[in-house]
T-cell receptor, first 114, second 111 residues
């Protein structure tokens, strides 16, 4: 069975440009997370979905970040406009049912803003 | 907000030596999960502990959840080069289903 699939793997953009990341979770997983990981640090939660509902987006910088999970399956995370400080690895993860079950991570998208 | 700290931040050990990382949460956790992230890779789930004082073993790895459910530890016996990576604990506190990751401990092995 395929794991969590993310694309693209790498993205280099100039500041002020928009960028989007895509995630396809493991089939049947209701919970989907987007994390941001800076170099040498632990993943920081940006948003968590239960099916198509965003149940925790308190850490999402809503002035420039947006996310959606239409039909409760795959998800996109968008940044517009990107800033230099947004350079990081964006990780998508899914779990069967909430934080009481293990999270499976995708390979991540490494974003570099120049 | 909830903070999850790990010590040490870095650990360099000779191959064959033991290794321990400690995880401390500012709030009581409903469960604790441990993940391993190889250099350049993504976090991979190792184990979950739920009960107060719970101890679980996976071959050379021993995981412990504190009695107060605010701390945890991971101990590796006789490290091998395959153990290289960063070990993260993660846990949601009661009443807040937010899976917060610790700061991580990066383990390097000297052959």
């Amino acid at each position: 069975e395929a794991g969590v699939v993310q694309s693209p793997r790498y993205k280099i953009i100039e500041k002020k440009q928009p960028v989007a990341f895509w995630c396809n979770p493991i089939s049947g997983h209701n919970t989907l997370y987007w994390y941001r990981q800076n170099l040498g640090q632990g993943p920081e939660l940006l948003i968590r979905y239960e099916n198509e509902e965003a149940v925790d987006d308190s850490q999402l910088p809503k002035d420039r970040f947006s996310a959606e999970r239409l039909k409760g399956v795959d998800s996109t995370l968008k940044i517009q406009p990107a800033e230099l400080g947004d350079s990081a690895v964006y990780l998508c993860a899914s779990s069967l049912a909430g934080v009481g079950t293990e999270a499976f991570f995708g390979q991540g998208t490494r974003l570099t803003v120049v | 907000g909830q903070q999850v700290m790990q010590i040490p931040q870095y650990q360099h050990v000779q191959e064959g030596e033991d290794f321990t990382t400690y995880c401390n949460s500012s709030t009581t956790l409903s469960n604790i999960q441990w993940y391993k992230q190889r250099p350049g890779g993504h976090p991979v789930f190792l184990i979950q502990l739920v009960k107060s004082g719970e101890v679980k073993k996976q071959k050379r790895l021993t995981f412990q959840f504190g009695e107060a459910k605010k701390n945890s530890s991971l101990h590796i016996t006789a490290t091998q080069t395959t153990d290289v990576g960063t070990y993260f604990c993660a846990g949601p506190n009661f009443g807040n289903e937010k899976l917060t990751f610790g700061t991580g401990t990066r383990l390097t092995i000297i052959p």
